[in-house]
């Protein structure tokens, strides 16, 4: 079972990875360089890998 202070951590790294994911989006979307573009694009990518893994890990461990 997830402590309230390990739960509190994790809810704030999801919301700093949902807006990391966002900006990192707009970023790719505003740019004109298309290598700028796929850095932005791939960087974004890694962010919603790494949300996943916070809710995959907060939906199997909050309960328990």
């Known amino acids: 079972m ?4 390990d739960l509190l951590s ?3 790294a999801i919301t700093a990875e949902q807006l990391l994911f966002e900006k990192f989006g707009a970023y ?4 004109g360089d298309p ?6 694009s791939t960087v974004q990518q890694d962010e919603q890998r790494h949300l996943n893994s916070l809710v995959q ?3 199997q461990n909050a309960n328990h």
Not at 28 to 31: L, S
Not at 35 to 40: D, P, R, S, T, Y
Request: hydrophobic content about 40%; proline content about 0%; aromatic content about 10%.
């Open 2 to 5: 997830l402590s309230q202070k």
């Open 28 to 31: 790719a979307n505003q740019t």
């Open 57 to 59: 890990y907060l939906n």
């Open 35 to 40: 290598e700028l573009k796929q850095i932005f």
């Open 10 to 12: 994790i809810q704030a």
